[in-house]
C-alpha cells in the first residue's frame, strides 16, 4: 500500500524541521539528507536531496531545464508531475535525467539513488563525485534559479498575457486573469532569476496591460480581482526599485500596493507592502519610522513565517541599530520561535531560514557583537546558493564582522569574492551600500587585497533606475 497524502504531507513537514534544525547546527547539505533519510525511512534519496536544499518542485525542474540550456541538450521533458513519479519510486529517471539532477543537487546518481550511464558532459567536482553544470554551481549560475533564459522567460510570459488578451478582447477575461495570477506567483517565485532592472521592465509592462483592462470597465468582481493583481505588481516594482536604488519611486509603488491591499481586503499584501517599507526606512536610517511600519507590518502578519518575516525584516535591524540591544535580542528570539513553529512552506518572493540568520547576523553586526555576526553570516552562506543576491548580502556581512575583529585583509578579499561571483547588474543597491560601507572598513589597512577591493568598488556601473511603462492604478 503506498503512502498516503496525508502522510506525505506530515513527512514534508518533518523534513522542513530537520532542514531548519540542521542549518542551525551548520550541517552540509549531505548531512541534512542523511538525517532526513536517518528519521524518516519512507522518503526517497532523490527527495530527501530536494528538501535538504529547500527547493519546491517547480524549482528543481527549473534548475535541470537551465543545465539542459547551458549544455545545448535541448529542452527537457520533465514536469513537476514526473518529478514526482520519480522521487516516489513509481518510474525511474533515464541516464540523462540522472546525470543532471546529480550536477543540480551536486551528488552523485548513486548518493541520489539513481543509475548513472556517466555520458561525456556530466561534470566531475573531483574523485567520484559531481560538480555544478551551471558556473560555479548549479544552484547559483550568477546567483539565480534560471539565470540562462530568463529574459526569454519573461518575454514568453507576457507575450501569453497579450495573446489571451487579442483572444479575449481589451476586457480580457478568465483566461487572461489566470495567466495574470500565473505571472505574479512566477515573478514571486524566481525574483532573483533576472538583475532587477530586467525584471522591474517586464513586471512595468505587465501592469500597464491590467491597467488597460481596468479602463475598460470591467464588472465589480472582476475589478476587485485585477486591482489584487495591480497591488502585487506594485509591490513587485516598488520593491525592485529600491534594488535600483530609486527609493521615490519605490516609496510610491508600495504604498500603492498597500492602498489597493486595503480595497481588495488582501492582508498579505498589506503586510508585505508595509514590511517593505520599513526596509526602505531603514535604509534610510530613519529607524523609529522603520519600527512603526514594521509594529503594524507585524500585527497583520497571519501565519508564523509571516510573523517570523516581519520581526527579522522590518523590525529587528532598525531596533539593533538604536543600540537597543535587549529589545533586539528579544525581537530575534520571538522571530527563531515563531520560524521554529512555522508549517508553510516559503512562498512568494521566498522568505525562509537563510534569510532569518542573514538578517540576524546583521543585527549582531549592527549591535557590535561581531561573533554573533560571523556566526550567523556563516550559516546563512551555507543554506544559500553560491552568487545569489542573500548570498552576496552575507558574505558582505561576514567580511565586516572579519573587518571588525581586526581582519581586515581577510575581510577585503571576501569582498573581492563577491564581485569576482555576482556580475555588476545584478549587485543590488542593499549590496552596494554593504560593499561600500565594507570598503570603509578596511581602508585604513595597507594591503593588496584592501586596493582592489576599493579600486573595483569604484569603478562599478551606476545602477540605472528602469524605464516605467505604467501608472499607478488608483484612478481605477
Known amino acids: 500500500m503506498g503512502i498516503s497524502r496525508r502522510r506525505r504531507a506530515e513527512l514534508a513537514r518533518a523534513g522542513q524541521l530537520i532542514r531548519r534544525r540542521g542549518q542551525r547546527a551548520g550541517w552540509t547539505v549531505p548531512e541534512i539528507v542523511a538525517r532526513i533519510r536517518r528519521e524518516l525511512p519512507e522518503v526517497s534519496a532523490l527527495e530527501a536531496w530536494r528538501w535538504a536544499y529547500g527547493w519546491s518542485r517547480p524549482q528543481t525542474v527549473q534548475q535541470v531545464t537551465g543545465y539542459y540550456q547551458d549544455h545545448d541538450l535541448g ?67 550568477n546567483g539565480d534559479l534560471m539565470a540562462n533564459g530568463s529574459s526569454g522567460a ?23 486573469l489566470a495567466s495574470l495570477h500565473a505571472a505574479v506567483d512566477y515573478y514571486g517565485l524566481h525574483y532573483s532569476a533576472s538583475p532587477p532592472s530586467v525584471l522591474a521592465t517586464e513586471v512595468h509592462q505587465v501592469r500597464h496591460m491590467v491597467n488597460e483592462i481596468l479602463a475598460q470597465g470591467p464588472p465589480d468582481n472582476v475589478r476587485a480581482e485585477l486591482r489584487q493583481v495591480a497591488g502585487w505588481l506594485s509591490a513587485l516594482v516598488g520593491n525592485l526599485a529600491f534594488h535600483l536604488d530609486d527609493r521615490v519611486a519605490a516609496r510610491v509603488h508600495l504604498v500603492t500596493a498597500q492602498r489597493l491591499a486595503t480595497v481588495v481586503g488582501d492582508r498579505w499584501l498589506e503586510c508585505w507592502a508595509l514590511g517593505a517599507q520599513a526596509m526602505i526606512a531603514n535604509e534610510e536610517g530613519h529607524y523609529r519610522d522603520a519600527i512603526a511600519l514594521g509594529g503594524r507590518a507585524h500585527e497583520l502578519a497571519d501565519t508564523q513565517l509571516r510573523k517570523a518575516q516581519m520581526l527579522a525584516w522590518a523590525l529587528l535591524r532598525p531596533t539593533a541599530a538604536l543600540g537597543d540591544r535587549r529589545e533586539a535580542t528579544r525581537i530575534a528570539g520571538r522571530a527563531e520561535d515563531a520560524m521554529d513553529s512555522a508549517q508553510e512552506l516559503p512562498g512568494r518572493f521566498g522568505f525562509d531560514q537563510a534569510e532569518l540568520t542573514l538578517h540576524l547576523a546583521e543585527a549582531g553586526l ?111
Open 75 to 141: 529542452v527537457p521533458g520533465l514536469n513537476c508531475s514526473m518529478l514526482c513519479r520519480y522521487e516516489h519510486g513509481e518510474i525511474a529517471p533515464g541516464p540523462a535525467y540522472a546525470e543532471a539532477f546529480a550536477a543540480v543537487y551536486q551528488a552523485a546518481p548513486g548518493e541520489l539513488g539513481l543509475a548513472s550511464s556517466n555520458p561525456s558532459w556530466a561534470v566531475n567536482r573531483g574523485p567520484g563525485g559531481y560538480g555544478a553544470a551551471r558556473g560555479t554551481a548549479a544552484t547559483a549560475r
Open 366 to 476: 549592527l549591535a557590535g557583537d561581531a561573533g554573533q555576526a560571523r556566526a550567523y553570516a556563516q550559516a546563512s552562506i551555507r543554506a544559500i546558493p553560491k552568487g545569489r543576491p542573500g548570498w552576496a548580502a552575507a558574505m558582505l556581512i561576514l567580511a565586516r564582522g572579519e573587518a571588525a575583529r581586526g581582519h581586515q585583509g581577510d575581510a577585503a578579499t571576501l569582498g573581492v569574492q563577491v564581485l569576482d561571483t555576482v556580475a555588476a547588474e545584478r549587485l543590488r543597491a542593499s549590496t552596494r551600500n554593504r560593499l561600500s560601507a565594507l570598503v570603509d572598513d578596511v581602508s585604513p589597512v595597507a594591503a593588496p587585497s584592501v586596493t582592489e577591493l576599493r579600486e573595483r568598488a569604484r569603478a562599478l556601473p551606476a545602477l540605472m533606475p528602469a524605464a516605467r511603462a505604467s501608472e499607478e492604478t488608483n484612478g481605477h
Open 154 to 176: 519573461l518575454q514568453a510570459l507576457r507575450d501569453s498575457i497579450a495573446l489571451g488578451l487579442e483572444a479575449e478582447g481589451p476586457a480580457g477575461g478568465s483566461g487572461t
